[in-house]
């Protein structure tokens, strides 16, 4: 697939990547393996519990590495390229390690007049991100910009991990920063 | 959280009547607002005679086609021999559109009943609510709400006692606005890339798992326990405009306006009033530019044109436009067009699935010919090549995110040209603030 703008395939190479690379720890043992069999009984087949299980994942590593992809294709017996095609489709599967705090902040029309592009710079500066996509020197921010999260009305909604925040403003920014930190 | 406003004398407020109402979302709290007697009222009933009930309604989809529901559901095969699933679209990621999560963090059972009635109705055993991955709040809430619904017995394999088994599945999305078309969404399910299908075969036929399949938007199921509870002849009654639009709708209104929100009122209401009485009007010292009535997918209207329209299926025809998913974006006058149709542009470029080259290369384009227009680099021949990149992308495509994104370009064009004029004639970036 060509260009640039199409974010089913361009998903932002988020920084960080001097983080450790930990021994991967399996997902799907235990609880955890207690947990997809609940899920697999939900699902006619095997591949219907794929999206679930990438989240158990993320939810345990924060990103999805190529030994995760493997390992969810081990369990639910697909192929590690079927999964990394899967995975490279959907924006908020992580392909990298991102900073500690990930924040999207939606800059789509009804935001962005109101003022949604300020408060996405408010985060740059507040965190010393660079650029979007591009983790803070600390190693603990990673700042976006998103379409539309579906909470048009309250301009501007912002995601810091999995904390969906309404009506941010610039000025709000700061101390959010700061609660996080 | 940002729910709720006090309801305006001119809302009709019954999807919306225990928003802000924390005790609503628990399953006494439900049941004690009158939960759960539709549903029991609906497995007493034939699948046949719901059905015809939801037909009698006149209930059209809320996800943004407006197909009546009660027909759809009549589609699905009398003689089962497969499984058959019902799928609930709560992927709600129009731009302008907040109304489905509203519905589920403040009324969960209320969807969760609705969707109970709906797999009964068309001999669903599983389904599915597909849920945009941002929303975790509603998730949360709705896992909540399931499974005391699962521990009251209402869910599982003896729904209500009445020997039927129905089970409801929350799906996490993961990031991408095509899985709302209803074809990605069951692939979605699948356990693949979200790409829509090609059509046919319809999803009745062979839809999630090569299985019948009914999708339904979060709003259109959580208005049919009202439709089974007071009957649909007292739906099809709410109507102030067309009688083919029908019941009340859940308006989501953003951008530039003084009380952003979601209002709900009877079809057919004037738009005027929702700008102006419900939602506050204009910001203190602005003029309405332009609403984008229905989401941002369809064609934008000039602020004379949105202070006539009715808000219904029709209504918005009459004025060129569609209703949608009655997401209203407004525009004031500090609005740049050429900017704001650029944004527009770049989301439709984003979240494009790529597979149709019309849709690929023609959302890419359009954002790169309005780029170069606000750089003050446009091209004389650029507005009508525009024009002609929107007819290549329109009536082409597998599904229509290629016509939904060539809509507000074609009428933003048409309707404000001389924005884009200015912008080729100054060969410069115009002030924005
Ligand atoms: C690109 C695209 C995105 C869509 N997004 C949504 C959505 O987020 N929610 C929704 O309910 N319908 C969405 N739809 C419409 C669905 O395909 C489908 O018509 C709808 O869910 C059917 O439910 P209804 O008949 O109850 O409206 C979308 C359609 C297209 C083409
Ligand atoms: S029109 Fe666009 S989004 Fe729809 S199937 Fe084609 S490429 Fe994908
Ligand atoms: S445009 Fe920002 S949440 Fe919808």
Known sequence: ???????????????GAGAPVAEY?????????????????????????????????????GWISPTGMAEAAEVLGLTAAYVKGVVTFYTMYHQHPVGRHFVQVCTT???NVCGAEKVGEAFLKATGAKRYGETSPDGNWTIVEVECLGACGFATPVMINDEFIESVTPESVPALVARYA | MGFPHPTHPKENPVL??????????????????????????????????????VKASGLRGRGGAGFPAGVKWSFMPKQKTKPHYLCCNADESEPGTFKDREIMRWTPHALIEGCAIAAYAIQAEQVYVYIRGEFTEPIQVMQAALDEAYAQGVLGPNAMGKGVRIDITIHRGAGAYICGEETALMNSIEGKRGNPRIRPPFPAAVGVFGCPTTINNVETLSSVPHIIERGGTWYKGLSLSNPKSTGTKLFSICGAIAKPGNYEVTMGFPLKELLY?????????????????????VPILTAAEAEETLLDYEGCVAKGTMLGSGGMIVLDDTTDMVY????????????????????????????????????????????????????QMTGRTICVLSDSCAAPVVSAIKKFRPEFEAYLRNGKPAARA
């Not at chain 2, 204009?282 to 984008?292: C, E, F, T």
């Open chain 1, 1 to 15: 697939m060509s260009g640039q703008t199409h974010g089913r395939t361009d998903a932002p190479a988020h920084g």
């Open chain 1, 25 to 61: 720890e399996p997902v799907f043992v235990g609880e955890g393996r207690r947990r997809l069999d609940a899920i697999l009984a939900r699902y006619p087949t095997k591949a219907g519990a794929l999206l679930p299980a990438l989240w158990m994942i993320q939810e345990k590593h």
């Open chain 1, 109 to 111: 029309t009804p935001c």
């Open chain 2, 16 to 53: 919306s009547r225990h928003f802000g109402e924390a005790e609503a979302r628990s399953y006494d709290g439900w049941v004690k607002r009158g939960g759960y007697r539709a549903l029991e009222k609906a497995l007493g009933l034939t699948r046949d005679q719901v059905i015809e009930e």
């Open chain 2, 277 to 297: 009485d419900l939602a506050g009007g204009m910001r203190p010292g602005r003029k309405l530019k332009a609403v984008i009535p229905g989401g941002s997918s």
């Open chain 2, 340 to 391: 704001q149709v650029m944004r527009l542009a770049r989301f439709y470029a984003h979240e494009s699935c790529a597979q149709c080259t019309q849709c690929r290369e023609g959302t890419a384009w359009t954002v790169k010919i309005l780029q170069r227009l606000l750089n003050g680099e446009g091209r004389r021949e650029d507005l009508s090549l525009l024009l002609d990149l929107a007819e």
